[in-house]
């Protein structure tokens, strides 16, 4: 389980964007298990809402903590979605999949009408790239022939590993994490990577925050995602 110490404030200023009988996107990773914690205390006191969430991780939380779960089946649209970001630059633009969640996240984020993002003073870069690492989810048939275009493109990927063998994605894919420099057009370069055949998903989020919260200690401020 991700450590959610910090976080705990944020996740409760976002409870004040979901509404009584919505449904919610629930994110991955640290910021966003603090939030599902949050969730499911004021779904035990009679909030009622239903999630759908972006990973196994959090769908398993989330029924430990008795929130509803439904499926793109179940509803017509997410009314809100909260998620964490691995980097936040001054326009709201994001880079995501670090935990390994992108494509899932995207496509729940993508079909939100409000994306939600929390995230630590430490996460905010001046340049997407600044951290140097953007994750890019491919097909297992596809890695070789994908590492060797993304390497052409400039980003030199490294399989991810966990335990000492291939990490695999709840989708059953394979993530490149892609040594990357600052970057000039994130939305051109997402358009470069998702036009190599076999990737699937890239950590590159542009125009889809409408929101973002940054915890600075105790303090939580909210900026305008770069979708507002």
Do not use: W
């Amino acid at each position: 389980m991700a450590d959610t110490s910090g976080t705990e404030a944020i996740a409760q200023r976002a409870l004040e964007l979901v509404p009584a009988n919505s449904v919610v996107g629930l994110g991955t990773g640290r910021a966003a298990t603090a939030f599902i914690h949050a969730l499911g205390a004021r779904v035990r006191t009679g909030l009622v809402v239903r999630g759908i969430p972006t990973s196994d991780a959090s769908a398993t939380l989330a029924t430990q903590l008795g929130i509803p779960l439904v499926t793109f089946d179940d509803v017509d649209a997410i009314d809100v979605c909260v998620d964490g970001a691995d980097e936040v630059d001054p326009a709201g633009d994001l880079i995501k999949g670090y935990g390994g969640a992108l494509l899932r996240e995207k496509i729940v984020a993508a079909f939100s009408r409000k994306l939600v993002i929390l995230v630590g003073s430490e996460k905010l870069v001046p340049v997407l790239g600044t951290r140097g690492v953007l994750p890019v989810e491919v097909v297992p048939f596809a890695l070789t022939p994908c590492r060797r275009q993304l390497a052409a493109l400039g980003f030199v990927g490294e399989p991810r590993a966990k335990d000492g063998k291939l990490f695999v994605t709840d989708n059953g894919n394979y993530i490149l994490d892609c040594k990357t420099a600052p970057l000039t057009d994130p939305a051109a370069s997402d358009a470069a990577l998702h036009a190599v055949p076999g990737v699937v998903g890239t950590g590159l989020f542009v125009k889809r925050a409408h929101t973002i919260m940054v915890q600075h200690g105790n303090d939580v401020e909210v900026r305008r995602g770069s979708a507002a």
